[in-house]
């Protein structure tokens, strides 16, 4: 079975960067979307970013002007730029890729963001 597998996370200071990668252990066809989420202890996971096939990204409001997400569709691989890091990043982060037929979920990568 195909799976995501995320690298890249770690530990950063407050203003410092963090570069997620995101890969597929197999071939995916039909992407629809590449996305990263985030879920803070205690906290709802949220959209971080999120590439459509047309190239089109949405970010969330928190993350605007600070993260990038770039992905390749037929390489089955997505990747976030993390700038400008806030300790309220701090949280485990997850690929997620939407195709016709589900979802399939990283397992997670830790971020942690000290003041």
């Known amino acids: 079975q195909v799976q995501l597998v995320e690298s890249g996370g770690g530990l950063a200071q407050a203003g410092g960067s963090l570069r997620l990668s995101c890969a597929a252990s197999?071939?995916?066809?039909?992407?629809?979307?590449m996305g990263w989420y985030r879920q803070a202890p205690g906290k709802q996971r949220e959209l971080v970013a999120s590439?459509?096939?047309?190239?089109?990204?949405n970010y969330g409001d928190s993350v605007k002007g600070r993260f990038t997400i770039s992905g390749e569709n037929a390489k089955n691989t997505v990747t976030l730029q993390m700038n400008s890091l806030k300790p309220e990043d701090t949280a485990a982060y997850y690929c997620?890729?939407?195709?016709?037929?589900?979802?399939?979920w990283g397992q997670g990568t830790q971020v942690t963001v000290s003041s």
């Open positions: 590439i459509a096939s047309t190239g089109r990204t």
């Open positions: 197999g071939t995916i066809s039909s992407i629809n979307v």
């Open positions: 997620n890729f939407l195709v016709v037929r589900g979802n399939y």
